[in-house]
């Protein structure tokens, strides 16, 4: 597959197209979801510290939620759980 041109954000939003029902199907979806109703995927490693989320939650309080968070199709979280966790904190609904 040849590497898209543009500078990294640019690449970094690039989806690629595999095949024809991709092609005329989305790849992405934005949708609403309570809080409640996701959870971190089991596998992930990655933890955040103190500083970290209450850096985020002054951040989130002054501006909202900024960036998406993503999930797979059985409600794990892929990326985001720091926002997550904060929204939870901050007692948002949902994200």
Same mark, same amino acid.
């Given at each position: ?9 640019? =690449? ?11 092609? +005329? ?24 510290? +103190? ?6 939650? =002054?951040?989130? =309080? ?13 409600? +794990? ?19």
């Amino acid at each position: 597959m040849p590497r898209p041109e543009g500078n990294a954000r640019e =690449r970094h939003a690039t989806a690629y197209v595999v095949d024809e029902q991709q092609r +005329n199907s989305p790849l992405l979806e934005v949708v609403y979801l309570g809080v409640e109703s996701i959870r971190p995927h089991p596998n992930a490693a990655h933890l955040h510290s +103190n500083s970290q989320l209450r850096r985020l939650q =002054r951040s989130m =309080r002054a501006f909202g939620v900024l960036r998406p968070v993503l999930i797979d199709v059985d409600g +794990n979280i892929i990326d985001g759980v720091a926002i997550w966790l904060v929204a939870k904190r901050v007692g948002l609904d949902t994200i």
